[in-house]
């Protein structure tokens, strides 16, 4: 059953990442990438990791992929007329590129097949938030404090990028 | 997790089947508490006192021509009505409607609430945009700004409650108010998640998404037919969906006051039907409030809407949240 | 039961469909979102290393790697708006000029 599920949401995932990148509209782009956020996030639940399952639906479908979406929204971009047409080196290298580096992936975990077969009983108590909340506020305090400052920092950054003032322009002496 | 039994099944059905209709009457009640208020009359020709006028209106819907605009995106401008519809459906999962009455209970159930509450958006944004007209996307994005906005103080008035059933399950939550209502322990949260969840609705006095004088019809400018049903539909359901989770969270779920002190312990049927009717009748009574709102206060104006939601409740509910965490943690480490 | 081996070859694939999107597109807004993608995939061989050894750390640091992603994304499209004021376009080809 597990199985069946997985390769369901794993096929969805490919699929869906392939078109992020093949289809022409940016705005189809972006819902294909919520597409494939939401079946990570079922991926997470198989793997038992409730919380990071919801969080992921939470921070990437629900804010990061909105803000992505208003941006394109609001600069209303035109779709790409020729992704493909003309078939350049580009292509090809990137191809082979992104190719080796997974061939590469690939042979690594290959000569190490069956490492783990099985998930770890101890998962059951180890993925909820209890168990989540005491390890990263605990052990992980002062990380989990950089980490509010970087948003904070990350917050004002953009705020004082986007902002755009048009310098008055001054009438004195003519 | 715990394993899926034959009462989930029942109950997830019979949750729905409830749901889909309260939405109907919903509307119809609306129609006639707002003729109520206006001292008219109302719909009351279709069947006894215009009971069927639903069951019509979803008729005329259907017979409608539907039309998508020329330069839209045709597959988004169909896929985005039913987003809402969905998530609000699916939101049906984990409330408790009784003692053990639920579909399922999940250790993230809180969260699970916020991230479909969060998903959303996608429907009135993608609606607004793939309709290429300037009304739609207006609406569109002043319908995304302000649900993306009122998410914050509604988490927090959450988190607030989560500090009295120290377990993000709803079902403890709903557990937690046995003795005293979340309302009387964390009253400033029930005010902001109260009107929060009215924005989240996007119901009067924070429906600037529909403000008619500038935006036309907003959003759902170019719906027509039954895409348009389903914004409708999508809407009376949020209202429903509003009503169970503000009962849930604050106003004790199924639990009558103070219960625990006075109330002799039920078992069987009895207590099955005394948690669904008190259940029941608190929702219905926050879906009354919804409708009485819509027919007293005016609406806001756009940027009182976020000057409410920024400068005022989420400072406030975070204020809130601070305090109540540290009297508690006073009370159970030095009283 | 599925073996690690599945989950890392999802992650990898997905990983690599993340770096050929990135060479291929010129849109900046895409390339964005393929890294988002390449991220993504990373996260998810971090959770199933978690899972399958039985240990928190693994899921705490994709929590820190959701908070630094957020935080990207919002300093990021900043960046891609400005840009388009400058020059109203986001394609990458276009950005060429030092100083105008």
């Known amino acids: ?128 938030v209890e168990a989540i909340g005491d390890v990263l506020f605990k052990e992980y305090i002062l990380p989990f404090h950089i980490v509010a400052l970087l948003l904070t920092a990350a917050a004002t950054g953009a705020l004082l990028i986007a902002q755009h003032t048009i310098n008055p322009v001054t009438e004195k002496n003519d | 997790m715990e394993p899926v039994t034959s009462t989930s099944y029942i109950v997830l059905g019979v949750a729905l089947f409830m749901l889909l209709n309260s939405a109907a009457l919903a509307v119809y009640f609306e129609r006639r508490i707002a003729a109520f208020i206006q001292n008219r009359v109302g719909p009351n020709r279709v069947g006894p006192l215009g009971l069927f006028q639903p069951l019509a209106d979803v008729v005329k819907l259907l017979l409608k021509e539907d039309v998508t605009p020329t330069q839209g995106y045709r597959v988004i401008h169909t896929i985005a009505p039913v987003i809402p519809v969905f998530t609000a459906l699916m939101t049906a999962a984990v409330i408790p409607f009784g003692e053990g009455l639920y579909v399922t209970d999940i250790n993230t159930g809180v969260l699970y609430l916020l991230a479909i509450t969060s998903l959303g958006v996608y429907g009135v944004t993608l609606a607004g945009w793939s309709s290429n007209s300037k009304y739609s996307l207006l609406g569109g994005l002043r319908a995304a700004a302000q649900m993306v906005s009122y998410e914050l103080p509604l988490g927090m008035a959450i988190a607030s409650c989560i500090l009295f059933s120290q377990s993000l399950s709803v079902v403890d939550v709903a557990n937690s108010q046995e003795f005293w209502w979340n309302i009387f322990r964390n009253p400033i949260g029930a005010v902001i998640f109260v009107v929060a969840t009215f924005a989240e609705a996007n119901r009067t006095p924070f429906d600037l998404v529909e403000a008619e004088q500038e935006l036309v019809g907003g959003f759902h400018t170019e719906y027509s037919s039954m895409k348009f049903g389903m914004f409708f539909l999508a809407e009376y359901m949020h209202v429903m969906i509003g009503s169970m989770l503000i009962t849930t969270f604050f106003f004790g779920s199924y639990h009558l006051p103070f219960a625990g002190y006075w109330l002799p312990e039920i078992t069987g049927m009895w207590k099955v039907i005394l948690d669904v009717s008190v259940f029941t009748a608190k929702t219905v009574f926050f879906a009354f409030v919804f409708i009485w709102v819509r027919w007293t206060i005016p609406r806001f104006k756009y940027n009182q809407v976020m000057k409410l939601g920024w400068k005022k409740m989420l400072p406030l509910s975070i204020a809130n949240f601070m305090v109540l965490a540290v009297l508690i943690y006073a009370y159970y480490n030095f009283l | 039961m599925i073996s ?31 890294v988002e993608l390449m991220l993504n995939a990373v996260n998810l061989s971090l959770l199933s290393f978690s899972s399958y050894h039985g240990n928190v750390d693994g899921q705490i640091l994709v929590f820190f790697s959701l908070a630094v992603a957020a935080a990207e994304a919002v300093v990021g499209l900043a960046i891609i708006i400005a840009i388009f004021r400058n020059n109203l376009s986001v394609d990458v080809s276009r950005i060429n000029l030092l100083r105008w």
């Open chain 1, 1 to 128: 059953m597990i199985s069946y599920i997985f390769i369901f949401l794993a096929i969805l995932a490919v699929a869906s990442a392939l078109a992020v990148v093949i289809s022409r509209n940016t705005v189809n782009s972006a819902l294909f990438l919520v597409l494939t956020m939401v079946a990570l996030a079922g991926v997470y639940l198989l793997l038992q990791a409730q919380f990071v399952a919801v969080i992921q639906v939470i921070v990437y479908a629900g804010a990061i992929m909105v803000l992505f979406l208003f941006v394109i929204m609001l600069l209303n971009l035109d779709a790409e007329k020729s992704l493909f047409n003309k078939l350049r080196v580009k292509y090809f290298v990137a191809f082979i590129f992104g190719v080796a580096v997974l061939a590469q992936i690939l042979y690594s975990m290959g000569t190490v097949s069956n490492m783990l077969p099985e998930i770890s009983p101890q998962m059951a108590q180890i993925g909820t």
């Open chain 3, 4 to 34: 690690i081996d599945w989950y890392l070859a999802l992650s990898a694939v997905l990983f690599c469909i993340g770096i050929i999107g990135v060479l291929i597109r010129k849109n900046a807004i895409v390339i964005f979102m393929c």
